[in-house]
């Protein structure tokens, strides 16, 4: 069974995965991202001795509404990011991860040609969640001021929260900048005073108000769109899944067993975003796949899929096997 999950992992990504990853690339507003850690099974060496698991990354790539990602990588690294949005252009909602830092700033050494052509333009937009994490560990070692700066981005998210009932993009903009501005001016300004006082001390405190001074313009960016969120919690919950799973599974094969269950990781996700049954779908996938033009396999991703099936024939679709009739493309 492991090798037939791999098998249909490789298949999903080479075809739909792939189609959807390419229009997302092209057309997407604001990807939210995350990463986290994943064991891999070592190759067996030929004296059999037993070694440790090595460490592979899962990325998450939430591409507004419409498709969920999981990119396997064996490294994570500035090299690593910089290739998987090498085709974006638009806003990136990140934590701030040193290795991010290339898609908006000029690294150190220029990346290789192939990586970044420096054609696109990204803008990061930072996390009021991870802002306000640092000063909640702070509050909890009883610090005044982290109870403050938790006080203060409460205030911040309630009051996002009323502009963004207006729901038009322009209309949340507008009541963003008439009265959450003056609480980010505030808030910023308060951080800097207080980050002064304890800049020569090491503490929890000061690493938060320092992160907080560091992601200013990024913190600030949601005033530029109204479609930006405060926080990116989305990627977190994206990746629980995988957190909680791997405590089953442990580990994965092999860096191309990695991949395939990405992309089964990534099936199921963008699924559940459209309101489809996992199982369902897939059943229904691995069905026409083989029938599908393969220029047209963007009609087969969890976004299309609705109006894609209601085109079939529910009596060729429901059969185990037989010919599939493809619709015509409009």
């Known amino acids: 069974m492991c090798r037939w999950l791999e098998e249909a992992g490789a298949s999903l990504g080479a075809t739909i995965v792939a189609a959807a990853r390419h229009e997302a690339m092209r057309t997407a507003f604001c990807i939210a991202t995350d990463a986290t850690g994943v064991r891999v099974l070592p190759t067996p060496l030929p004296d059999k001795k037993r070694q440790a698991c090595r460490r592979g990354h899962y990325f998450v790539l939430i591409a507004d509404k419409d498709h969920v990602f999981f990119e396997y990588t064996p490294k994570e690294t500035s090299e690593v990011v910089a290739e998987m949005f090498r085709e974006f252009s638009g806003f990136v909602q990140a934590d701030a991860k040193s290795v991010f830092d290339v898609l908006f700033r000029k690294p150190k050494a220029e990346p290789p040609p192939a990586v970044d052509d420096g054609k696109v333009t990204r803008y990061e937009v930072g996390c009021w969640s991870h802002c306000r994490r640092g000063l909640w560990e702070a509050a909890v070692q009883r610090s005044v001021v982290g109870r403050e700066g938790l006080a203060r981005i409460s205030r911040i998210f309630e009051v996002d929260a009323n502009c ?91 860096d191309d067993h990695g991949s395939a269950t990405g992309h089964l990781f990534s099936m199921i996700a963008s699924a559940r975003l459209h309101r489809l049954d996992p199982e369902s779908y897939l059943r229904d996938i691995f069905r026409v796949l083989p ?40």
């Open 164 to 254: 963004r009932r207006a729901g038009l993009p322009d209309e949340i903009k507008r009541l963003r900048g008439a009265f959450l501005r003056p609480h980010f001016d505030a808030f910023f300004t308060w951080a800097k005073t207080q980050h002064e006082l304890v800049s020569e001390q090491r503490s929890t405190l000061r690493s938060a108000l320092g992160y907080a001074l560091r992601q200013e313009e990024a913190l600030r960016r949601v005033l530029d769109d109204g479609r930006l969120l405060l926080e990116n919690n989305r990627s977190e919950r994206a990746l629980r899944k995988v957190a909680v799973g791997r405590k089953a599974w442990l580990f994965v094969g092999s």
């Open 291 to 330: 029938h599908w033009p393969n220029n047209r396999y963007l009609e087969l991703a969890p976004k299309y899929w609705a109006a894609t099936r209601a085109k079939l024939d529910a009596y060729e679709l429901d059969a185990e096997i037989g010919a599939i009739t493809v619709p015509q493309q409009h």
